[in-house]
């Protein structure tokens, strides 16, 4: 599924059909008829389908799509088979099992979940609204998954793929992100809920959206719902649902230092807990090259005019490009103060890959 509903902005255009004009079994029942022959039925969440195994499945599915997710839902789940192993494990374990799948506040917030679900709900997820709400990075579409898929209760969701169909299907004109146009979505969302199958109509909707109203190139023709569908009447499908406002990504250098010692053990440091990355290891970084020098200095025996410069490597995240400039030394004695620091530690290409580390910097030591 994609991230939760995001809040502020304009008011978007009221929906050119009623919520109460429609007929929700039509909707549902085709939708549910298309996904007994086409949906998809064999998802590594689905058999044995939980709580656990559903809420994993879909804060990873945020902002990710399923292939990607599959092999490592199966890493995380053979490391931490259920809730009480995943709170009683340590960030940098969850962190390691999580490194490439990005948006790492996913993982903190999983394991801070775990650990109050430990404490406060006998070691599962509790089977209420209110109080999966309160949950660290679960929001109203997500509740409400886990709600239908684990127990079958009458919960609509709201993710990308669903935002995407409805906003076709009633011709609903706005970008979704915006609260006026968000709260039509939902009030469709809840209109359509059948009284039964809750759990194969939520993995309908979201696999309709994936594989047939794609965001680019659906598949019109031979869609399910083709007849009542305003924006396919109108012409209007490759318009809706209307686009975020765009804007140019701000764009962002920072060097990074690729150190090793005489063993060839990597210096890595830890991220502070806010912010990019926060809380893995990562190489250590500077903004400038004058940052950089003045941070080894102090840190490291060596000659930093020798460091190799490597190409640069490109990282985007949601909102902004970065440009990794790597600086590679080897060879190099540490200050006596690195060993004592519980942020700063020399580690080997054994210990690296037991670490949880940002996509790119693991990329780079990888070469």
Not at 49 to 56: F, K, P, Q, T
Not at 156 to 167: C, E, F, H, W
Not at 267 to 278: E, M, N, S, V, Y
Not at 302 to 325: M, T
Request: net charge neutral; aromatic share 8%; hydrophobic share 40%.
């Amino acid at each position: 599924m994609a991230a939760e509903p995001a809040a502020g902005g304009d008011v978007g255009n009221q929906p050119t059909s009623d919520p109460a004009a429609v007929s929700n079994d039509r909707f549902a029942t085709r939708l549910l008829q298309w996904f007994d022959q086409a949906g998809r039925h064999d998802l590594p969440w689905q058999h044995p389908r939980s709580a656990y195994r559903v809420w994993l499945s879909e804060i990873m599915l945020q902002q990710t799509q399923v292939s990607t997710v599959i092999p490592y839902f199966e890493r995380f789940l053979a490391a931490f088979p259920n809730l009480p192993d995943l709170a009683a494990a340590t960030p940098d374990q969850v962190s390691a099992q999580w490194a490439g799948l990005g948006y790492y506040a996913r993982a903190r917030n999983l394991h801070a979940t775990a650990r109050i679900c430990v404490e406060q709900h006998g070691g599962d997820l509790p089977r209420d609204f209110d109080a999966l709400l309160a949950l660290p990075g679960i929001g109203r579409s997500t509740a409400g998954a886990i709600l239908a898929q684990a127990w079958g209760d009458r919960f609509a969701i709201l993710d990308g793929n669903v935002k995407r169909v409805l906003a076709r299907y009633h011709g609903i004109s706005g970008w979704p992100g915006t609260p006026a146009v968000e709260k039509q979505l939902w009030q469709q969302a809840q209109a359509h809920l059948p009284d039964s199958r809750l759990a194969d109509y939520t993995q309908a909707q979201m696999d309709f959206g994936a594989t047939l109203c794609t965001r680019a190139r659906p598949a019109c023709l031979v869609c399910v719902l083709q007849s009542d569908c305003v924006a396919f009447a109108q012409g209007r499908v490759d318009e809706l649902p209307t686009s975020k406002p765009g804007k140019a990504l701000p764009e962002r250098e920072a060097i990074m230092l690729w150190l090793e010692d005489e063993q060839g053990r990597v210096l890595l440091q830890r991220r502070p807990p806010t912010g990019i990355w926060a809380g893995l290891w990562s190489l250590p970084e500077a903004s400038d090259e004058a940052a950089a020098r003045d941070w080894f200095d102090r840190h490291i025996s060596g000659d930093f005019a020798s460091a190799q410069a490597l190409p640069d490597v490109p990282h985007v995240f949601s909102h902004y490009k970065l440009r990794i400039q790597p600086r590679r030394l080897s060879g190099l004695r540490p200050r006596d103060r690195v060993g004592e620091d519980n942020d700063l530690q020399w580690l080997d290409r054994e210990q690296l890959r037991a670490l949880g580390l940002p996509a790119p910097i693991r990329k780079l030591l990888d070469r």
